[in-house]
């Protein structure tokens, strides 16, 4: 089992930018693709973007496109989430997740990963 804490959330004026952290510990994060979603007040929750064990494969939500990056390092069982061109619409709380049954198909819905974080606030100002 793997542990997950996401850091790096705040408030941003629109057009800012953030990076989002998820620490895992418990097991080397090389074993999971792993993934971030997001959950607005009211909303059901979206995937925003993953990546397979070594980086090489990567998936988006398409209106993220171009101003999420989404990296790893596994040697620090890091995952990131660079944000920029920051919108409104951003605001949400965002989760990463772990997907124990591949290190190297990336998947887009929730219901194929294992283990959640607890989410960080993130509120982008207009």
């Known amino acids: 089992q793997v542990q997950l804490v996401e850091s790096g959330g705040g408030s941003v004026q629109a057009g800012g930018s953030l990076r989002l952290s998820c620490a895992a510990s418990g097991r080397t994060l090389s074993a999971y693709v792993m993934g971030w979603f997001r959950q607005a007040p009211g909303k059901e929750r979206e995937f925003v973007a993953a990546?397979?064990?070594?980086?090489?494969?990567?998936a988006y939500t398409n209106s993220m496109k171009g101003r999420f990056t989404i990296s790893r390092d596994n040697a620090k069982n890091t995952v990131y989430l660079q944000m920029s061109s920051l919108k409104p619409e951003d605001t949400a709380i965002y989760y990463c997740?772990?997907?124990?049954?591949?290190?190297?198909?990336?998947?887009?819905?929730?219901?194929?990963?294992?283990?959640w974080g607890q989410g960080t606030q993130v509120t982008v100002s207009s």
């Open positions: 990546i397979n064990w070594d980086g090489g494969r990567t």
């Open positions: 997740a772990a997907d124990k049954s591949t290190n190297t198909v990336v998947r887009a819905s929730a219901w194929a990963y294992d283990y």
